[in-house]
C-alpha cells in the first residue's frame, strides 16, 4: 500500500508539472491561439444557451397549443351526464351536488347545495306532482371539444322573493377528464355557488321532468285578438258558457301571477281570482274548503248573447283586501281572450286585466 500510494503521488505531481509547462509554452509562443480559442469557447457558451432558451420556448408554445381536457367527440352517452360531487369546501358552501341527464339533444341540469354561513341555506331543485326533478338548465349537447354552454335563469338564486325581471346567466360545464368536471356560471348568484370543481359519482342518466316552470316564464299568455275597438263576440248558442274556465293574466311572470276561476251554476256565473305579487312577498290566492272546493268570491248573471258578464264581489273576507262589494265584469273579445275589470283595487289584484284561456274544464265550487 506504501510503495502503490507513493507512486500514485508521485504520478500526480509529473501530471501537473507537466500542464504547467504545456500552458508557459503555449502562452508564450502563441498568444493569439489562446485568445482566439478562448474566445470560440465563450461564444459556444453563448450559442448553447440561447439555443437552449429557444428549445424551452418551443416546448412551452406546444404544450400551450395542446388541448386542455378530454374531447365528447363520439362518445355516447354524453360523459357530462353522471352524478356530480364536489371535491372539497367552496368558500361557505359545503355540499355541491349536480345532476345531469340527457334527453335528445339536450342536457338537463339540477343543483343541490347547502352552507352555513351567513346562516343554514340550501338550494334543492324543484319536483313535479309525480316527484320528478324539474331542470334548472337545459343546454344544448356538444358534440365535440370538452366544454357544453348555455345559460340559467337568474330566479334560481332569488332568496325572500323573485326578481322583477327575468336575467339569463351564462353557465359552462367543463370535463377536465372523463372524471372531473368544473362550472362556472357568470352573474351575481347570491347565496349560490357559482364555480366549483366536482368529481363523478355515478354515470346515472338522471329522470328529469317534463314539466315548464311557469313561474319564470314572461308574458307568455299572448291573446288571439285586440281589446281595443269594438267588440263584435257575441255567445249566442255556445254551450257550455265560453265564459267557463281558468283564466291567466297576461302579464304573468316571475314577479306576479293573477289567474280568474269561473263556474256556471244555475242562471250565474261564479268566480275566485286569486294571485302571486311583490315576486311571492304578497299572496293573494283564491280560498278553497276542506274538500279543495272553491269559495265564490262574486257572482255575475250569466248572460245567454253579447259577450259580457256583470255582477258583485260578495266575500265577506279577501286576503289583503277585507269585506268586498264592489262590481265586477268579465268581458269576451274571443273563445280564449277575457277582460277582468273591478269597480275598485282589491289588495293588490289588478283592477283591468287581460286574461287568457288556461284551462276550459270547470272548476268546483262550493
Not at 444557451?49 to 429557444?54: D, T, V
Not at 249566442?236 to 254551450?239: A, D, K, L, P
Given at each position: 500500500?506504501?510503495?502503490?500510494?507513493?507512486?500514485i503521488g508521485?504520478?500526480q505531481?509529473?501530471?501537473?508539472?507537466?500542464?504547467?509547462?504545456?500552458?508557459?509554452?503555449?502562452?508564450?509562443?502563441?498568444?493569439?491561439?489562446?485568445?482566439?480559442l478562448?474566445?470560440?469557447?465563450?461564444?459556444?457558451?453563448?450559442?448553447k444557451?440561447?439555443?437552449?432558451?429557444?428549445f424551452?420556448l418551443?416546448?412551452?408554445?406546444?404544450?400551450?397549443?395542446k388541448?386542455?381536457?378530454?374531447?365528447?367527440?363520439?362518445?355516447?352517452?354524453?360523459?357530462?351526464?353522471?352524478?356530480?360531487?364536489?371535491?372539497?369546501?367552496?368558500?361557505?358552501?359545503?355540499?355541491i351536488y349536480l345532476?345531469?341527464?340527457?334527453?335528445?339533444?339536450?342536457?338537463?341540469?339540477?343543483?343541490?347545495w347547502?352552507?352555513e354561513?351567513?346562516?343554514?341555506?340550501?338550494?334543492n331543485?324543484?319536483?313535479?306532482?309525480?316527484?320528478?326533478?324539474?331542470?334548472?338548465?337545459?343546454?344544448?349537447v356538444?358534440?365535440?371539444?370538452?366544454?357544453?354552454?348555455?345559460?340559467?335563469?337568474n330566479q334560481?338564486?332569488?332568496?325572500?322573493?323573485?326578481?322583477?325581471?327575468?336575467?339569463?346567466?351564462?353557465?359552462?360545464?367543463?370535463?377536465?377528464?372523463?372524471?372531473?368536471?368544473t362550472?362556472?356560471?357568470?352573474?351575481?348568484?347570491?347565496?349560490w355557488?357559482?364555480?366549483?370543481?366536482?368529481?363523478?359519482?355515478?354515470?346515472?342518466?338522471?329522470?328529469?321532468?317534463?314539466?315548464?316552470?311557469?313561474?319564470?316564464?314572461?308574458?307568455?299568455?299572448?291573446?288571439?285578438?285586440?281589446?281595443t275597438?269594438?267588440?263584435?263576440?257575441?255567445i249566442?248558442?255556445?254551450?257550455p258558457s265560453?265564459f267557463?274556465?281558468?283564466w291567466?293574466?297576461?302579464?304573468?311572470?316571475?314577479?306576479?301571477n293573477f289567474?280568474?276561476?269561473?263556474?256556471?251554476?244555475?242562471?250565474?256565473?261564479?268566480?275566485?281570482?286569486?294571485?302571486?305579487?311583490?315576486?311571492?312577498?304578497?299572496?293573494?290566492n283564491?280560498?278553497?274548503?276542506?274538500?279543495?272546493?272553491?269559495?265564490?268570491?262574486?257572482?255575475?248573471?250569466?248572460?245567454?248573447?253579447?259577450?259580457?258578464?256583470?255582477?258583485?264581489?260578495?266575500a265577506?273576507?279577501?286576503?289583503?283586501?277585507g269585506?268586498?262589494?264592489?262590481?265586477?265584469?268579465?268581458?269576451?273579445?274571443?273563445?280564449?281572450?277575457m277582460l277582468?275589470?273591478?269597480?275598485?283595487?282589491?289588495?293588490?289584484?289588478?283592477?283591468?286585466?287581460?286574461?287568457?284561456?288556461?284551462s276550459?274544464e270547470?272548476p268546483?265550487f262550493?
Open positions: 500500500m506504501t510503495k502503490y500510494g507513493f507512486v508521485r504520478n505531481i509529473l501530471i501537473v508539472l507537466y500542464r504547467i509547462w504545456v500552458w508557459i509554452v503555449c502562452y508564450s509562443c502563441n498568444k493569439n491561439i489562446i485568445f482566439a478562448k474566445l470560440g469557447f465563450a461564444k459556444f457558451i453563448i450559442m444557451r440561447f439555443l437552449y432558451s429557444i424551452l418551443s416546448i412551452v408554445a406546444c404544450s400551450g397549443n388541448p386542455q381536457g378530454v374531447d365528447v367527440a363520439g362518445i355516447t352517452p354524453s360523459p357530462f351526464v353522471g352524478y356530480w360531487v364536489n371535491v372539497g369546501v367552496n368558500d361557505t358552501v359545503q355540499n345532476r345531469i341527464g340527457e334527453r335528445n339533444d339536450s342536457l338537463l341540469i339540477s343543483f343541490y347547502e352552507r354561513e351567513p346562516f343554514y341555506m340550501t338550494g331543485p324543484m319536483n313535479d306532482t309525480v316527484g320528478e326533478m324539474i331542470p334548472q338548465a337545459c343546454i344544448a356538444p358534440q365535440n371539444g370538452n366544454k357544453a354552454a348555455g345559460n340559467i335563469v334560481y338564486f332569488s332568496v325572500f322573493q323573485n326578481y322583477p325581471r327575468n336575467e339569463y346567466y351564462p353557465l359552462c360545464l367543463e370535463l377536465k377528464s372523463l372524471d372531473t368536471l362550472f362556472k356560471i357568470d352573474g351575481n348568484v347570491n347565496y355557488p357559482d364555480s366549483a370543481i366536482l368529481v363523478r359519482k355515478s354515470s346515472e342518466n338522471s329522470v328529469f321532468s317534463t314539466k315548464v316552470v311557469e313561474l319564470y316564464k314572461e308574458h307568455y299568455n299572448i291573446p288571439d285578438t285586440e281589446v275597438g269594438t267588440n263584435k263576440f257575441d249566442s248558442g255556445i254551450e265560453p267557463i274556465g281558468r291567466e293574466w297576461t302579464e304573468n311572470g316571475p314577479w306576479q289567474y280568474v276561476y269561473v263556474a256556471e251554476r244555475n242562471d250565474s256565473l261564479l268566480i275566485a281570482p286569486g294571485g302571486v305579487f311583490l315576486g311571492g312577498y304578497r299572496i293573494q283564491a280560498e278553497y274548503d276542506e274538500e279543495d272546493r272553491l269559495f265564490p268570491q262574486a257572482f255575475l248573471q250569466l248572460p245567454k248573447s253579447g259577450n259580457k258578464a256583470v255582477g258583485y264581489f260578495a265577506d273576507e279577501i286576503p289583503f283586501a269585506k268586498c262589494n264592489c262590481g265586477v265584469s268579465l268581458e269576451l273579445f274571443s273563445n280564449n281572450t277582468f275589470r273591478t269597480g275598485e283595487s282589491i289588495g293588490f289584484w289588478p283592477d283591468s286585466a287581460v286574461m287568457v284561456r288556461a276550459s270547470a268546483v262550493r
